[in-house]
């Protein structure tokens, strides 16, 4: 069947200057050739094209877009049906060529511009698959200039077909004929990296990985390569990343000197087994394992020995696949790179520092052992890069150092990471070196040993940085952990275990006073000393008492006019916080207090003094000795502490810490009651001042303690009594309560009736108590609830004893009273037997002096 056309009439029509006639013709030819049945010769249709390819090729510049449009598609349809020929394909370029090879801009609609490139695509893969692309050779030049003015388009689709064309010719051109002009594609190529077209910009890449295939390797243009395409591992789009690993896959199966590339290239494809997308992960493993199963192949001499003594890691991470061989082949032999890594972990981008520590963790992976004598070299960077400021940074580089400690040899590393913790006191190394350690199986007793003495010094104990603190904890948690599986005497673990204990308590101690309370820091510190009480089987307080004075001994430097926030002084503060006043380090805890109270400044004086205040409440609790010791040791306390500090001196610091030795001695005599009543009445002589004092805190706290001075005679108690039935009168209502509650617990001891005088002690008692009871029938007159309350009670402490005495008082103050109903129910109420009611009322104000 023939191929029949008039040519010469479409000659002649598409000569003619009508856009419809010439449109109508190229459409008809578009449709004869689609339609041609499949017996006709190529040699017809190759004639009738000799016929009308000038004419065709010459409606490429019509005036006209859609002469242009039809003309193009026609000729496509036609070299659809013929052979691949040089003649026709010389023709073709060297118009698209006219069109679209020029610097400016000929063809102005993108819509045909996308058709030429198109064409051109056309061309090569008919000619790729009829195995003849050798005739591209002498068009090269135009091709070339074609295909970067398409890169180089405004127009996204142009872009991506022209990268298209020049993939699928670098696949089958050969490489001496393209190599001349593959720097100049490269460069058209960097230009489409930054497109904002996440397609675009993988067409480029995949463009790029082609056209590497064919350049010199011994000229910069590799390199450069490189350095503009890693930085799409960082791409926000997960099918860009996956373009740039498969690149890094294509270079290590099929670039010809991919041996003297390795360290650039496998970083493109290491990046990608750590991304965050799963179907990159997926994508790019797969082809990995291509790559190290051909470098086994390329090198199964040395491999193979290696693989019969390549026994399994035995500390391996969970859920993580151990890579082949080959892969790990590949990687151990670009170890020179991982320094160029780590520096990028101090990158002033966070994205930057986080893809170089993902890089370095897949290193890690691959190399294994091997790493380790490069461990010298990056152990600054990652233990810097474990105290990034930005979380997900600072978790990967802890990851990376974990699996450096599973996986490097701990013999190698050990010793280089003891002497970065004994030479940097830093935070940075103290995490690096947890991770490593605690992840790693060794550990010998002599190693722990160390490791609890560094953590005991003071240059790390005694820091002031939360982070840092957490992280002494926390490898001191680890020192425990691997203490349980060495072999260790019981005299060597015990002194083992003091190291831990004295370090954990002084962390402890500094965490406690940074935040002035218990936080999870401190929480955490409790478990570790829980687990050294298991492991000694001893109880917290023996703990204590056993080992405390040693921490206690490393309080130093306290004889300088030191703040409330300086080390010594938190230091201390925290100390007698978690651990309260204990009989066996008492007497050291007092001399490091008296240094303070000496040297440091009023702040600090305060902090300290609060403290013990706040600890002597737990007396009985912690002074666990017989009661003639704790006796003993309660007035040695009080006299070297509290006592110098009761007498009334001028100043504001004197004040507060009057207020404060108030308190302490008030908390003594509720804490240790019992030894408080031989040690108070020495003390008495100090009371009355104080009562009086101008500060409300410390007269509020004397009248609490008074209560307390028991067992003494009426000649010494009664000064005390007076004073603190003034307080009665007191500005600040809540002494005043305190004091009406206060005078009705005050009980001398009287001589007994044998003895000369008793009589005139209980007459000058009653005398007291007289006058007592006028002021509270006054107060009860009182229209504030609580100084009534606190009058009803204190009466049903006195009526009982001195009946006539009450009666007395009673009727006398009737006779002045206004309000007699009021009295008269007082009256009634303290003279009869309390029902539950008034024994709610009393259990009620008890409190107020406790």
Known sequence: MSFEIDAPKICEQLEGTDRQQKTRALAGLRELCQNAPKNVSTEDIAEVFDQLYLHLLKAYDDRFESVRDHAVQAVDAFLQLLPPMDFHLLNVVSTLAERMGKAETVEPSEEIRLLYIAQLHLMVRKYAQMGNVGVFRECYPQVVKVLIKSIKDDYPLVQREGCGTLVDLAKVANTQELRPFCESLAVAL????????????????????????????????????????????????????????????????????????????????????????????????????????????????????????????????????????????????????????????GDWKDNVRLHSLKLLYQFVLHAEAAMTPKFFEIYGDVAHACIDPVAEVSAE?????????????????????????????????????????TASLGGNYEQLMRLAQLLRSVDYSHTLKPGFQKYILKLLHTVLEKSLKINAGQEELMELYECVYVACIKVMALSHSLTGGRNEDVEFGQTLIGKIMGLEQVSEAKLHERWFHLALKDVDNLDATLEDNA????????????????????????????????????????????SLSVASLLWSQTVDIEREQSTQLLSHFVSEVV??????????????????????????????EEEAVEVLPALAKHMPSLLEDRNVTTRHYAVKAVVYFRGMSVEDLKPLAYSTMQRMDDPSAGIRSLAAL??????????????????????????????????????????????????????????????????????RARAMCQNKDQLDGLYKKVTVAEDPSQQATSSHLDPLLS
Not at 202 to 214: D, F, M, P
Not at 312 to 333: A, D, F, H, S, W
Not at 581 to 609: G, M, N, P, W
């Open 567 to 610: 080390e010594p002084v938190m230091l201390l503060d925290g100390l007698i916080n978690i651990c309260l006043i204990r009989a066996t380090y008492i007497s050291d805890l007092i001399e490091k207090v008296k240094v303070v109270f000496e040297h440091c400044c009023d702040s600090a004086q305060v902090k300290v003094f609060s």
């Open 742 to 811: 206060a005078v009705g617990k005050l009980k001398p001891k009287f001589k007994s009736e044998s003895e000369e005088g008793s009589g005139g002690e209980r007459e000058v008692w009653e005398t007291f108590v007289k006058r007592a009871m006028d002021l509270l029938l006054l107060y009860h007159e009182s229209p504030e609830k609580d100084i009534r309350a606190a009058v009803e009670v204190t009466l049903k402490e006195l009526v009982p004893p001195y009946q006539e005495a009450w009666e007395e008082r009673y009727q």
């Open 397 to 437: 580089a802890a990851k990376a150092a974990d699996l450096m400690g599973r996986l490097l040899a701990y013999d190698a590393w050990i010793e280089h990471g003891f002497n970065g913790l004994e030479r940097n006191a830093r935070e940075s190394y103290m995490r690096c070196f947890y991770h490593m350690f």
């Open 190 to 345: 960097y230009g489409m990296l930054n497109h904002k077209h996440a397609q675009a910009r993988i067409s480029a890449v995949e463009a790029i990985g082609r056209i590497s295939l064919h350049f010199d390797a011994s000229g910069e243009s590799m390199r450069r390569l490189f350095s503009e395409i890693s930085p799409l591992l960082m791409d926000s789009m997960p099918l860009v990343r996956r373009e740039v690993g498969q690149v890094g896959v294509l270079m290590c199966l099929e670039l010809p000197d991919r041996y003297s590339f390795f360290e650039r290239i496998l970083p493109m494809i290491l990046c990608c087994l750590k991304d965050d997308s799963p179907e990159v992960v997926k994508d790019i493993s797969g082809k990995w394992l291509l790559c190290g199963k051909q470098y086994f192949f390329e090198n199964e001499a040395e491999l193979s020995q290696q693989e019969i003594s390549d026994p399994p890691v035995e500390n391996y991470p969970k859920n993580v696949m151990r890579p082949t061989i080959g892969c790990r082949g590949l990687v151990q032999r670009a170890l020179r790179l991982l320094q160029l890594i780590t520096r990028e972990t």
């Open 643 to 672: 006592e110098p500090y009761l007498t009334w001196k001028a100043g504001s610091s004197a004040e507060a810490m009057r207020s404060l030795a108030m308190a302490t001695l008030c908390a003594l005599a509720q804490g240790a």
